[in-house]
């Protein structure tokens, strides 16, 4: 259950709340089961203004590639990640890449 980001600390306040807002809502969608939360945990979701990842290689260092900010696709954008990435540590030219680059 996403909230605005207003910091870690309103965030880690949030989650008892958040627990018992979405127990109650498996609670709703199914009365019969019984369940006890085993987990829980909360963390930072971040995600670039578009929506689409950040794939490229770093200036400073020609070995060391990236692959960010994955945001609700990320199944479907691993698979293109994982196409730049193999393109660049080939030396191979994709014009997917300036989709997908950080100075977009």
């Known amino acids: 259950m996403d909230i605005p980001d207003e910091g870690d600390v309103h ?19 199914l009365p019969d089961l ?7 945990w909360a963390g930072t979701f971040g995600e670039t203004n578009d929506g689409l990842p950040v794939v490229g290689r770093v200036p400073e260092d020609d070995g060391v590639f990236y692959a960010l900010g994955y945001g609700g696709n990320g199944i479907s954008f691993s698979v293109i990640a994982a196409d730049l990435l193999r393109d660049l540590c080939l030396g191979h030219d994709n014009p997917d890449h300036r989709i997908f680059r950080a100075n977009r």
């Open 11 to 29: 965030r880690d306040v949030q989650l008892p709340h958040r627990i018992r807002c979405l127990e109650g809502e498996l609670r709703r969608l």
């Open 34 to 40: 019984d369940f006890v939360t085993a987990y829980s």
